[in-house]
């Protein structure tokens, strides 16, 4: 009787510290050098990677990391009780393969030697791209972000830049007698020229790729830009008048008064950007070389302070209630 009193209590015991435990929450597929928390709603267990080789995990928080490709089967035990979850850690993309320039109308095709994956742009307006085959199309001028993800996360970018035959003139304000004005091009390694020189000259060159321009005379003019580039020799023409003198102001014409005491400062500028002014500042849209709208919002202050710190370092133009216009340059 004594030898069964005993065998019962043993039996007790190990039927107590053996119970069902929930499911492990987590992904199933990883990448080399990926952090992730594992969980699991039942409290009190401990965690043990099968193969250390391939990922460990931090035996109380959980704390997962891949080391190299292949499976692992990730333990999390309660006393007698335990529960296991079969984990992929996948290969990190290799860089993908290919040119990183395309013009409007042309294509190029991307590579990876690690195959299945599938390919996309981050905007299709720039530039799209075949997720089978990886071919680039450009559709206008400007960059797009590429990506090749395998399946599952792992993913590697490129960044993908759309020519144009000589590229594209942006006009920095208008052009009034005897006083300059700003041209820029979204191609480098161009020249400039006037083509009435009676009615505008070239001045100085500009951070990038800008000119400035004297008005000498009142009439209408056309800036010319020839570049070499990968889509061939093209030119890009800007016609443009020149007013009569002191009729420009901030880079528009106007006919009223002079806004009060608009200022913008430092420039060029590294991290934020001061606008002050005597009158209510409402709103401030900030457009890179090419026109892409790169900052945009609205206030109700006589001065504010734009965050540029995130910015690549060129020249922008910054619009304030929707008409005052000023050039500024990122450093």
């Not at 020839?226 to 093209?234: A, E, F, K, P, Y």
């Not at 806004?259 to 401030?284: E, F, H, Q, R, W």
């Amino acid at each position: 009787m004594k030898h069964f009193n005993l065998t019962l209590l043993l039996l007790l015991l190990i039927a107590s510290s053996s119970f069902a435990i929930k499911p492990i929450t987590s992904d199933s597929v990883f990448c080399i050098s990926s952090v992730a928390t594992f969980s699991d709603s039942t409290s009190g267990g401990k965690w043990y990677s099968g193969t250390t080789a391939v990922a460990t995990i931090d035996s109380t928080k959980g704390l997962f990391t891949g080391i190299s490709a292949g499976t692992v089967t990730i333990t999390y035990a309660v006393g007698a009780s335990y529960i296991t979850k079969t984990v992929t850690v996948q290969p990190n993309p290799v860089p993908i393969i290919g040119t990183t320039n395309v013009c409007v109308g042309s294509t190029t095709i991307l590579s990876d030697t690690i195959v299945g994956g599938k390919w996309g742009s981050n905007n299709n307006s720039i530039a799209t791209i075949d997720s089978i085959t990886g071919v680039v199309s450009g559709v206008k001028e400007g960059t797009s972000i590429i990506t090749y993800t395998q399946t599952g996360k792992c993913y590697d970018t490129i960044i993908i830049m759309v020519h144009k035959l000589g590229g594209t003139i942006y006009y920095g304000g208008e052009l009034c007698l005897d006083e300059m004005s700003e041209f820029y091009e979204s191609e480098s390694g161009g020249i400039w020229s006037s083509a009435n020189t009676a009615i505008a000259i070239l001045g100085s060159t500009l951070y990038g790729e800008g000119i400035n321009v004297k008005g000498m005379a009142i009439g209408n003019d056309t800036i010319n830009y020839t570049v070499t580039n990968i889509c061939g020799i093209g030119t890009a023409t800007y016609p443009f008048e020149v007013h009569e003198a002191g009729s420009c102001w901030g880079g528009i014409v106007v006919t009223g008064l002079q806004p009060d005491g608009l200022k913008v400062y430092p420039n060029p500028v590294t991290t934020s950007l001061t606008i002050s002014s005597a009158d209510m500042i409402t709103s401030v849209t900030i457009t890179n070389l090419i026109g892409q709208t790169v900052y945009c919002n609205y206030y109700h202050n006589e001065e504010v302070q734009v965050d540029v710190a995130d910015l690549p370092r060129g020249v922008y133009f910054i619009k304030i209630n929707g008409t005052e216009i000023r050039k500024f340059v990122k450093q």
